[in-house]
């Protein structure tokens, strides 16, 4: 019996950098689960945060903030893409 593997679909992905440091923040669609909003740092040492929602505007609302955070921090846009 074959068995297929539902994977997330990432709907956006931003790259932010501030001096050496990137970070990664994504939206992915969770199949029968709804989103997920990840904020993950490009170094090993660091903690990276994921937080859920039921509908894509609440995500993309989110990431709209953080991004406005990230931004009046000195991060700058280094990359993105949206799949």
Known sequence: MSHSKVHDRRLLRWIFQR???RLTC???QQPGTGFTL??????PAALGIAETFTSAWSAFQRHAMIASELRGAGWTLAAYTAD
């Open 19 to 21: 001096g050496n440091q």
């Open 26 to 28: 994504r939206v992915d």
């Open 38 to 43: 990840s904020l993950v740092p490009h170094s």
